[in-house]
């Protein structure tokens, strides 16, 4: 797994998470309990701090990056879709970030919020709290109900298992073996 210090920074990560070794991991980068980095993601905590807290998902080619004496913070179980771009960002609790969105310098994304796929938060946009948000750039078309919460949770609970059966059971093989040479 690349892990890199910078500049006698280096990465803090929970013996509960699970990063793909395929994932760097930058400097001031601190991964909370049960967080799942997917593969090819990249976090760069070499300006500034990055946190994931607990049981949040960092999906495959998710890209985090911050500027000197900022915190770009994801909060507790919230999801990072795939291939999703965050710069400075502040994430609360429970939030979903589409596939492929992006989430500029300095905005907030509120607590149970959804920014759709291929989203764009602008700079310094404030998405409250409990709305569905899409487009280029977003604009909220609804409210958070009941049935999204629950199917939130029940998706962070698979990741989160998902977490743990990749620490216990990832093996990586040879080539051979993938060929039929035992």
Partial sequence: MPFYEFEGKRPTIDATAWVAPSADIIGDVRIGPRCYVGWQAVLRGDHGRIVIEAGSAVEEGVIVHTSPEFVSRIG??????????????????????????????????????IIGEMGLVRERQMIPPGVIAVGQPVKIIGQIEQR???????????????????????????????????
Avoid: C
Wanted: avoid cysteine; hydrophobic fraction near 40%; proline fraction near 1%.
């Fill in 148 to 182: 999204h919460k629950e199917r939130w949770l029940a998706a962070k609970k698979r990741y989160q298992d998902f977490t743990k059966r990749n620490r216990l059971g990832l093996k990586e093989i040879e080539l051979r073996q993938l060929s039929g040479e035992l």
């Fill in 76 to 113: 507790p179980e919230a999801t990072i879709g795939h291939g999703a771009m965050l710069h400075n960002a502040t994430v609360e609790a429970f939030v979903v970030i589409g596939i492929r969105a992006t989430i500029s310098n300095f905005a907030t994304v509120g607590e149970w919020a």
